[in-house]
């Protein structure tokens, strides 16, 4: 068994619960792996990270396949029930559902969480080409028209403090890398209401973004948007009906939210 004494490290954490989540983040990356080779990209002693496999495994939250490991569904389990709790996704599930089946496109639920864009829940129309990020997927807030959304209507310490933190690195050529920039950037969608990522993070794709308010505090508690490929949504009569799509999904999610 994993030593269960505390093993603090100089930021007053336990190191041992730190390594337990190296591990399972090694295997988030690779998807599947064998003890020699985590032990090698971890640089753990085999020993280590044997004992730490086993207890993860024995807790149900990874599994072993022929002498590879990789995570299991039991994080699934968790992460679901706690979304089934919040409020927020329980109002605006229908609405987006509904923005995917009538845009034709992919529609978005994002929140912030730790300075980055949590993609919450989205909603595939039937024409829709899909974009790849999974539901609960973390991304830099400015490489999405989600977060931009969300960070057009946050004080600017908060801004500055996301920065500060989490940089603002470069996904391809169209991101923006520069705090005064970006600032630009925020300060054009809360004028006109509505964020766009075009082709911020990745390359032929544009999402149009709207924030989603909580009407009693005027403060923003998340986002929701439209994907599709650049080429098609980037069309004048296209494009702007895809906004108001957005902006009146955003308007009854705020409602219900709200006022429900």
Excluded: C
Aim: charged share 25%; glycine share 8%.
């Amino acid at each position: 068994m994993i030593d269960s004494s505390p093993e603090s490290t100089p930021n007053n954490t336990l190191g041992s619960v730190e390594k337990a989540f190296t591990v399972l983040e090694q295997l988030r990356q690779t998807g599947k792996a064998g003890v020699s080779e985590l032990t090698t990209q971890l640089e753990f002693p085999k020993s280590t990270v044997h004992v730490y496999l086993q207890t993860l495994q024995d807790q149900g939250f990874v599994v072993q396949d022929d002498g590879e490991y990789t995570l299991s569904y039991r994080f699934l389990e968790y992460g679901g029930d706690h979304r089934n709790r919040s409020r927020l996704y329980e109002v605006a599930r229908p609405e987006v559902d509904k923005l995917g089946s009538e845009t034709g496109e992919v529609a978005n639920l994002g929140i912030e969480e730790n300075g980055l864009r949590v993609l919450l829940y989205k909603s595939e129309g039937p024409d829709a080409i899909h974009d790849n990020a999974p539901i609960g997927e973390y991304a830099h807030m400015h490489w999405t028209a989600l977060g931009k959304a969300m960070l057009a209507h946050y004080p600017t310490s908060r801004v500055e403090s996301i920065v500060d933190t989490h940089g603002l690195p470069r996904a391809n050529e169209h991101t923006i890398t520069d705090v005064d920039e970006l600032f630009a950037e925020l300060e054009d969608i809360r004028e006109r209401g509505y964020s766009v990522e075009d082709q911020d993070r990745r390359q032929g794709v544009l999402t149009i973004g709207a924030p989603i308010m909580d009407r009693r505090s005027d403060e923003v508690i998340s986002a929701v948007s439209v994907s599709g490929p650049k080429n098609h949504l980037d069309e004048h009569d296209r494009f702007e009906e895809l906004v108001a799509a957005v902006e009146k999904a955003a308007n009854v999610i705020e409602l219900r939210y709200s006022h429900y």
